[in-house]
């Protein structure tokens, strides 16, 4: 399908409570103002602009701007990106969390070099088909890099338009999600779209924020439905939070001469290419010394296991309680397979995985003096 056209309208819903074409022109004008000065605003390179929006999914500004900037260090171009060791890219992503962003990201950049020639495409019907890349970001990169109209609905935009026209129902439902999109199309500026999607994420991270919108410095403000109707602070509805399984595991470290067992993960699933300390379930009713000494006999190892403390670590399907346990070995069988001895210095050069860093943090700050 041809790429939409420059000035090409977009129809407003039969339900818009105003007319939609003031929207664009108050929020430029805001924009010119107050926008954010951030690093992938210094470009059109759609690789650059691509790389900050998957960065951006789940993950804030400021904890993005090291990575992004780290990043584009090491891989400057998507060709780069492309024939990177997976195990690189996967270093230098650790701690931002959501690893599959990072192994869809290079898959990506490998596709865009074997079917576009390197060159990225421009619909956002070809970048949807590309892994990792929802209606919203390929509407992102349309818009920025190929200043194209399209639509953008990430969690920001969402939060403005519910706002704006006063969504009372859950705004993840069908419906509600129909006509959000109905109202971003409306509302995206024809002649300005690259300047249009960076003034409305704006306008949600720093005005129309989650808890305290700042309507009175809102350009939006004389046509905000929800601030007529005094609901501001009560829209987007929550959702009742889904209680999240539990999941009780010990994470070991196995210490010798200095060194600590650990190895990285299979590449492909869950925390995928990111490094552990040996780590088990806890079985039923089992005690975390007692999987200690299970778990370091496995690796044929013998030590008395000490109790340091726990952890709690949330992800997104369940929450992981985790016992830590130290058991000093002497001998045994060296590393076998993917397990390496290694200094607590060289490990945390590895790309730990985040909650055995933090394991790794708790074990480090319980050492006895002289072995921290
Ligand atoms: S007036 Fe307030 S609630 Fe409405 S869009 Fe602006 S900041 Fe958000």
Redesign the pocket.
């Known amino acids: 399908m041809a790429p939409p056209r420059r000035g090409t309208a977009c129809r407003a819903p039969a339900d818009t409570p105003f007319d939609p074409a003031v929207v664009a022109p108050r929020l430029l004008a805001w924009y010119g103002a107050h926008g954010r000065d951030l690093p992938w605003r210094h470009t059109r390179d759609p690789y650059r602009i691509w790389l900050s929006e998957i960065m951006l999914q789940q993950t804030t500004v400021a904890a993005v701007i090291p990575y992004y900037q780290r990043f584009l260090d090491a891989f400057p171009t998507l060709v780069a990106l492309a024939a990177a060791p997976p195990a690189r890219v996967i270093e230098l992503w650790a701690g931002l969390g959501y690893y599959s962003r990072a192994r869809n990201l290079q898959r990506t950049a490998q596709l865009v070099v074997e079917h576009y020639a390197g060159r990225f495409p421009e619909t956002v019907e070809e970048l949807t088909a590309l892994p990792g890349i929802g209606r919203s970001t390929a509407g992102a990169i349309v818009a920025i890099a190929f200043d194209r109209p399209a639509p953008i609905l990430d969690g920001n935009v969402r939060r403005?338009l519910v706002?704006?026209f006063a969504v009372a129902d859950d705004p993840r439902s069908t419906a509600a999600e129909r006509q959000l999109w109905g109202w971003a199309v409306a509302l995206t500026a024809p002649d300005r779209p690259h300047d249009y999607a960076q003034a409305i994420m704006d306008?949600g991270a720093t005005?129309?924020t989650p808890s305290t919108?700042?309507?009175p410095a809102?350009p939006?403000?004389d046509f905000?439905q929800?601030?007529q109707l005094g609901l501001?602070r009560q829209l987007p509805r929550v959702r009742a939070r889904k209680v999240l399984p539990v999941r009780r595991q010990v994470a070991v470290l196995v210490e010798r001469d200095g060194a600590c067992l650990a190895r990285p993960r299979p590449p492909q699933g869950f925390l995928g290419g990111l490094w552990e300390l040996p780590v088990a379930d806890l079985r039923q009713d089992e005690q975390p010394l007692t999987a200690a000494a299970r778990l370091a006999a496995e690796l044929g190892l013998a030590g008395q296991p000490t109790l340091v403390g726990q952890l709690k670590h949330a992800y997104s399907h369940f929450t992981l309680e985790l016992a830590l346990v130290r058991v000093p070995v002497a001998g045994g069988r060296a590393a076998e397979g993917l397990w390496h001895w290694l200094a607590p210095i060289q490990l945390l050069e590895t790309p730990l995985h985040g909650a055995h860093r933090k394991a790794l943090a708790q074990f480090l700050a319980s050492a006895p003096a002289g072995r921290r």
Do not use: K
Request: some cysteine.
């Open positions: 403005v706002r704006l306008l005005v129309c919108p700042a309507c809102c939006l403000a905000c929800a601030r501001e």
